[in-house]
């Protein structure tokens, strides 16, 4: 990724788990320096010292000082700032883009492909020679990129379906069927639905944002939102030290309502 990767004081767990695996620190840190922060996020499930350093990692200040920097002091009393800044932004997944580390932003727009979207990509071939599936979340102008480096094979039964130019529209959207047209020249009423498709893949970046301009966008929000409710909550209670009950019961609406404003009017 490029980030910063430095790492605070290793723990004794950390110094035992690294004396069994006979792999220094800064071999791990290295590794971990190529790795998104969904694959940093799923690492750091595998055990306990491994978890201690993937939250010791300063990528999380990095990837939240590009994403959002007026929010670098939304930490938690008592944890380490690095950790805490993972827990954000996690808690902001949703809304992160994965390789440029953007925050994306949702004004004027009604459905998720505004947003960053889980895109299949392969990592290096292993051992085995076989190219390692998984998925990271891309904004759009990422998505683009990645197209255009790996772009999706035309369905053989759309290379020479034609079919209504208002068909089109509805389907892939106006924009792809008005650059279909151009190269077309004058207003056919059918186009060729693998042009269309092409231009359509090329402005929203593959297929998997475009089945997400049918899907609304406040559902992502409401993810969001609950995610961050969460982190807000934590930050009050140990702040506070008000007992979990007491606080769902008198800070409930006020939290839930500062997480919700922060996705809502942080795009006004």
């Known amino acids: 990724m490029g980030s910063n990767t430095s790492i605070s004081k290793p723990s004794s767990s950390l110094m035992h788990f690294n004396s069994v695996n006979k792999i220094p620190l800064h071999v791990w840190v290295k590794i971990c320096s190529y790795l998104y922060p969904s694959q940093l996020a799923r690492l750091s499930q595998m055990n306990r010292a491994m978890y201690e350093m993937i939250t010791s990692l300063g990528t999380w200040t990095e990837i939240?000082?590009?994403?959002?920097?007026?929010?670098?002091?939304?930490?938690?009393?008592?944890?380490p700032i690095p950790k805490s800044h993972m827990l954000y932004v996690?808690?902001?997944?949703?809304?992160?883009?994965?390789?440029?580390?953007?925050?994306?932003?949702?004004?004027?727009?009604?459905?998720?492909?505004?947003?960053?979207?889980?895109?299949?990509?392969?990592?290096?071939p292993g051992q085995s020679g076989e190219h390692t599936p998984c998925t990271v979340r891309l904004c759009l102008a990422c998505r683009r990129t990645h197209f255009k480096k790996h772009p999706e094979p035309i369905p053989s039964a759309l290379q020479t379906r034609l079919r209504d130019a208002v068909d089109l529209t509805l389907k892939y959207g106006r924009e792809a069927v008005r650059a279909a047209t151009q190269v077309r020249g004058g207003k056919p009423t059918c186009l060729k639905e693998s042009v269309v498709l092409g231009f359509a893949r090329k402005q929203y970046g593959g297929d998997v944002a475009l089945a997400a301009r049918d899907q609304p966008v406040c559902d992502s929000l409401k993810?969001?939102?609950?995610?961050?409710?969460?982190?807000?909550?934590?930050?009050?209670?140990?702040?506070?030290?008000?007992?979990?009950?007491?606080?769902?019961?008198?800070?409930?609406?006020?939290?839930?309502?500062?997480?919700?404003?922060?996705?809502?009017?942080?795009?006004?």
């Open 64 to 79: 939240l000082k590009r994403a959002h920097p007026d929010r670098l002091d939304r930490v938690i009393l008592g944890l």
């Open 223 to 268: 993810k969001c939102a609950g995610r961050q409710y969460m982190y807000h909550s934590r930050m009050i209670i140990v702040a506070t030290g008000t007992p979990w009950v007491d606080h769902m019961a008198s800070e409930l609406g006020e939290t839930l309502s500062f997480a919700i404003g922060d996705l809502l009017l942080e795009d006004s």
């Open 90 to 124: 996690l808690a902001m997944s949703f809304r992160i883009c994965e390789q440029c580390f953007r925050y994306c932003r949702v004004v004027g727009h009604k459905n998720r492909a505004c947003l960053p979207l889980p895109i299949p990509i392969s990592l290096s």
